[in-house]
């Protein structure tokens, strides 16, 4: 079964400062999808980022952007110009390519943003 | 604002009550998926409706169902209930069913229950 660790219960940035979310899996895929989402303290859940295992190329949402490395299964995030706009719980989330409704949620990371 | 509702935000009830849980899809989308938030079990997957029909069911309790309905909403029925069962209860909705290349959940905003 697949599974998603993000290592780092809380982590905290300086507003405008850079920091970067950790996130690893465990598959035996080789296509899937990867997904970062926030949480803010409003609970709603919003879609931050998303990548095609397929794609080689990071994807980038404007001041975010991460950093996927198939072969370590690795899947961070990094968050640029922090804003205190950002703090919140970050979920990793994992999802095979044929299976929308398999998707796995790490257990979350509390950033939070220092003015 | 993702497009997706859910009513009500807030619920607050007592042990053995049973209620329901609503959730209308982004125009658009054909399946809906439930999800449960707790402080101990993280989010959990419960269950999948694609265009009326049940189409995945995971860590859902046999006191819990759902059903979608022909308008694309849907609606999550928790009874009997207990006071393990307070946690936030997502739903997510997204265009496609889940076979074939797949496609982006969005997230409603949430409803908190509380069993005292």
């Known amino acids: 079964a697949q599974t998603v660790t993000q290592s780092q219960p809380e982590m905290s940035v300086q507003e405008a400062e850079t920091v970067t979310l950790s996130c690893t899996y465990d598959?035996?895929?080789?296509?899937?999808?990867l997904f970062w989402y926030k949480q803010p303290p409003s609970r709603q859940m919003i879609l931050v980022i998303r990548q095609e295992a397929y794609k080689q190329q990071n994807a980038t949402e404007n001041r975010f952007s991460v950093n996927f490395q198939k072969a370590a299964k690795s899947f961070s995030l990094k968050i640029s110009d922090s804003q205190l706009g950002d703090a919140a719980m970050y979920f990793c989330a994992y999802r095979t390519l044929y299976n929308n409704n398999d998707m796995r949620f790490g257990a979350g990371t509390r950033l939070t943003v220092k003015p | 604002d993702s497009g997706v509702t859910q009513t009500p935000k807030h619920l607050i009830t007592a042990t053995g009550q049973r209620v329901t849980l609503r959730c209308s899809p982004r125009s658009g989308d054909l399946s809906v998926y439930w999800y449960q938030q707790s402080l101990d079990q993280g989010l959990q997957f419960l269950i999948q409706?694609?265009?009326?029909?049940?189409?995945a069911k995971g860590n859902i309790l046999e006191r819990f169902s759902a059903q979608q309905f022909p308008d694309l909403h849907s609606e999550l029925n928790l009874s009997s209930l207990e006071l393990g069962d307070s946690a936030l209860y997502f739903c997510a909705s997204s265009v496609g069913s889940g076979r074939g290349v797949g496609d982006t959940q969005y997230f409603g905003p949430g409803t908190r229950l509380t069993v005292l």
């Open positions: 409706y694609y265009n009326g029909e049940e189409r």
């Open positions: 598959t035996s895929e080789s296509d899937y999808y």
